[in-house]
């Protein structure tokens, strides 16, 4: 099948929907596959943090993407020990968006969908999951894709490989990945929520166990970290030790806590922090989970994700539209990005070891927090610094490539 002049994205996530909307508004045919027959998965990021609004506003989409449900959190609060904590405000970003928005990550990526198909050169193909590589004297030169219909061959002038931490075009590729360490996993569940409920993120930090619960409307999506690899212990204990510590965490949940009554009600986060060494091969690009995935703390990694996006399609919509991409342009992709993926992965591994693992490990019976942390309480003109390195990422991005008609040549097959 002919179809040299498109780029391919396999996953339809963050950063694949991102990239293939910002390419197909610069007039390039992309074709973006998306292995599920919709975007219907719960307990995937939802967090957009101010850099990813900042994003829709520079493409006159912020009015329409607040329009979806969402609620906001204007800071971080948590408590360690018996400690309440005020970790980052989020009024005072210089963006002027002060807040942190929790959304269902469905509707995040079906308004991407949508604003994709604006133009005639997106191509969304649900239910088409890339399974290998086509290579051709050394150079990935498009797909195999396992489609309703069967596999399919599908070539294009450049391979995006945004197919997640699991990434199957990463492993093809033999692409190295260097492991940062995790000493935790983590369970998310559901709690119903009731109007007299706090309406706060809330994280409790305590000896032996973290919870995390995020206002999510009429419910609350929750967060338990366990140990790395404890899961089966756990679950050989039974549900009530969960119940137990969900309800010390937060007393107001009361008999809610019982309806936590079956493993199926909560799902198993493998929790990983790795990145590659290098992130492309001629023809290839991995980016964002597939190119380094990224701890929960601090729930950044849908936006470090798009920040890729961006970024690739800064760098790569000119060659594309030209029909020149070489290893060069990929290559300035990934030092683009590698900066801030190191910055963030160094900061979150060492508040694992330094935080959550001796947490989880503890047999103390009162814990206190951090003396820094709580200066960030005392002080509250020191919660802008975190609140800045979350919300605002290190090295943000901002929407260089243009909104142009497509190429007379472009064409679909």
Same mark, same amino acid.
């Given at each position: ?9 396999? $996953?339809?996530?963050? &950063? ?14 992309? =074709? ?23 994003? #829709? ?5 912020l009015d329409d993407f607040l329009k979806l449900p969402h609620q906001k959190a204007y800071e971080l609060r948590g408590r ?5 904590? =005020? ?15 929790f959304m269902p990550q469905w509707d995040f990526l079906d ?20 399974? /290998? ?14 489609? &309703? ?11 995006? &490989?945004?197919?997640?931490? $699991? ?14 360490? !995790? ?23 305590? !000896? ?20 790395? $690899? ?23 949940? /009361? ?7 079956? +493993? ?40 470090? *994700? ?44 060492? #508040? ?10 503890? *047999?103390?019976? =009162?814990?206190?927090?951090? +003396? ?37 040549? !472009?064409?679909?097959?």
């Amino acid at each position: 099948m002919d179809g040299g002049d498109r780029c391919i994205i396999a $996953g339809g996530g963050p &950063a694949g929907m991102m990239l293939g909307f910002l390419l197909a508004r610069a007039g390039i045919l992309v =074709t973006v596959l998306e292995k599920h027959a919709d975007f219907l998965r719960d307990f995937r990021g939802d967090t957009i943090h101010p850099s990813t609004l900042q994003l #829709m506003r520079e493409l006159g989409l912020l009015d329409d993407f607040l329009k979806l449900p969402h609620q906001k959190a204007y800071e971080l609060r948590g408590r360690v020990g018996s400690d309440e904590l =005020t970790f980052a405000d989020f009024r005072h970003l210089p963006n002027g968006i002060g807040y942190v928005a929790f959304m269902p990550q469905w509707d995040f990526l079906d308004f991407l969908a949508d604003a994709g198909r604006r133009y005639p050169q997106f191509d969304l193909r649900m239910r088409a999951e890339a399974t /290998g590589l086509l290579e051709e004297n050394g150079r990935v030169v498009g797909l195999r894709v396992k489609t &309703a219909d069967g596999e399919i061959e599908l070539r294009g002038n450049l391979v995006i &490989a945004a197919d997640g931490r $699991g990434s199957i075009l990463r492993d093809r590729a033999g692409l190295r990945i260097e492991d940062q360490g !995790a000493p935790m996993d983590v369970l998310w569940f559901h709690m119903p929520r009731l109007p007299t409920d706090p309406s706060d993120v809330m994280g409790v930090f305590d !000896a032996g166990r973290i919870v995390v619960l995020i206002h999510r409307g009429t419910y609350w999506q929750c967060a338990l970290v366990i140990k790395k $690899g404890s899961h089966a212990e756990l679950q050989a204990s039974g549900l009530k030790p969960v119940q137990d510590a969900l309800l010390k965490a937060a007393p107001f949940l /009361g008999e809610r806590v019982r309806g936590l009554d079956d +493993w199926d009600k909560l799902k198993l986060l493998v929790v990983k922090v790795d990145r590659l060494m290098r992130w492309h091969r001629p023809g290839l690009l991995c980016i964002g989970d597939a190119a380094h995935a990224m701890s929960p703390v601090g729930g950044v990694g849908i936006n470090l *994700a798009i920040q890729d996006a961006v970024a690739a399609a800064n760098i790569l919509w000119r060659p594309l539209r030209e029909r020149r991409v070489a290893d060069g342009d990929l290559a300035r992709v990934q030092a683009r990005r590698m900066f801030p993926t190191r910055v963030v992965q160094r900061m979150q591994v060492f #508040m694992q070891r330094t935080v959550i693992a001796g947490l989880l490990g503890s *047999a103390e019976a =009162t814990i206190r927090a951090p +003396w820094i942390l709580r200066q960030l309480t005392r002080l509250p003109l020191f919660q802008r610094i975190p609140a800045r390195i979350i919300g605002l990422g290190v090295r943000p991005e901002h929407i260089h490539s243009p909104e142009l008609a497509p190429n007379l040549s !472009a064409r679909k097959d």
